[in-house]
């Protein structure tokens, strides 16, 4: 069955960097685009960005052009984000999900449970 | 960036009754790119409806979506106890895909 595991979630300082991970099982990682999207802690839902499944195609909400860059290794059925100059509006619960296709779609078929970021103000 | 609203911000209903919510677009919504997705308290959110109106795998038929353009609708025809939870869409037919801000359906 498809798994995604997200990991690297904690507390870091504004200012500071942080990389997420999400280790993918249970489908051919390489044939499908991915996307994390985030909740702030009682809020509602935010798309973060996207990656094509051969990765030369990325996305990004407005909020966070050109401080979260998103990335995957098909070989290690693993996607990531990198997170840098963090503000304390970054907290949030990331999740790493699967789009139906190769191409960003841009719907979640697949969730994981996500990982805590927080960022103290 | 397309604003979607729903409505109502919660649901009060019991057990058997049917359930309908509402998501507004700011924006035409390009191909009826229009998803909804349920969620309940500590767990990821669930994909129920894509396209509008087409159910995603292991869905029961009780959920069904419907509408077009800038005004769609998530109908749950008899509530189950496990159908108590957060109701969000999502409109994916333009970057930066977007979501509601969400209906609680609650029991009565």
Redesign the interface.
């Known amino acids: 069955q498809v798994q995604l595991v997200e990991s690297g979630g904690g507390v870091v300082q504004p200012g500071k960097s942080l990389r997420l991970s999400c280790a993918a099982s249970g489908f051919r990682f390489s044939a499908y685009a991915m996307h994390w999207v985030r909740q702030a802690p009682g809020k509602g839902l935010e798309w973060v960005a996207a990656i094509s499944d051969d990765g030369d195609y990325k996305y990004y909400g407005d909020s966070v052009k050109g401080r979260l860059t998103i990335s995957r290794d098909n070989a290690k059925n693993t996607l990531y984000l990198q997170m840098n100059s963090l503000r304390a509006e970054d907290t949030a619960v990331y999740y790493c999900t699967r789009d139906p296709g190769g191409y960003p779609l841009a719907y979640f078929v697949y969730w994981g449970q996500g990982t805590l970021v927080t960022v103290p103000s | 960036?397309i604003v979607l609203t729903q409505s109502p911000g919660t649901l009060s209903l019991s057990p058997g009754e049917r359930a309908t919510l509402s998501c507004r677009a700011s924006q035409s919504v390009s191909r009826n790119?229009l998803?909804w997705?349920q969620q309940k308290p500590g767990q990821?959110?669930?994909?129920l409806i894509?396209g509008a109106s087409s159910r995603?795998t292991g869905i029961p038929d009780r959920f069904s979506g419907w509408g077009s353009e800038t005004d769609f609708t998530l109908t749950i025809s008899r509530l189950e106890p496990e159908d108590f939870a957060v109701y969000?869409c999502?409109q994916?037919g333009r970057?930066?895909?977007?979501?509601?801000?969400?209906t609680k359906v609650d029991i009565k």
């Open positions: 960036e790119y998803a997705y990821a959110p669930r994909l894509f995603a969000f999502q994916y970057s930066p895909f977007t979501f509601g801000p969400g």
